[in-house]
């Protein structure tokens, strides 16, 4: 045992000086990556209910749902349609194909990272 503690102490006695490798989680945080994919954000303002998002998400996380028809003064005959969106975020695996198959752009990833919960319920999140 003695011979073990010997040849384990440079080792040890290098790390006493060392900076910690991981931070004291959650009293301290570090930056997310560039690129870290969080949750899906919808801007309904760019939505045109193509419906592409919800053909091609692996999840089935996403519902959108037509709310109403908003007047263009410029074209009154024209009603812009309006559409809030359903994000069932227990189901989304943060893969941010929604982001890429959207033509609008309609979307971008949070960097959220703490969204647990105990009811999964509670990860509804609706966009109007
Ligand atoms: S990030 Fe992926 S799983 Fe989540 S809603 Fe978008 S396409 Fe679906
Ligand atoms: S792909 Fe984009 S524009 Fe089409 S329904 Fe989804 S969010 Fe709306």
């Given at each position: 045992m003695k011979t073990k503690f010997a040849a384990f102490l440079p080792e040890i006695i290098r790390h006493l000086f060392k900076r910690p490798?991981?931070?004291?989680y959650p009293f301290e945080k570090l930056q997310v990556p560039k690129d870290f994919r969080g949750t899906p954000v919808f801007d309904s303002a760019k939505?045109?209910?193509?419906m592409i998002c919800v053909r091609d998400c692996p999840a089935e996380a996403i519902d959108i749902i037509r709310v109403e028809d908003v007047i263009n003064?410029?074209?009154?005959d024209k009603p812009k349609k309006k559409f809030k969106m359903l994000l069932h975020n227990d189901r989304?695996?943060?893969?941010?194909q929604c982001v890429e198959s959207c033509p609008t752009d309609t979307y971008i990833m949070n960097?959220?990272?703490?969204?647990?919960?105990?009811?999964?319920?509670?990860l509804k999140i609706e966009y109007k």
């Open positions: 490798a991981t931070v004291r939505c045109i209910g193509c003064p410029d074209a009154p989304c695996i943060h893969c941010a960097t959220d990272y703490e969204i647990a919960v105990f009811n999964r319920h509670r």
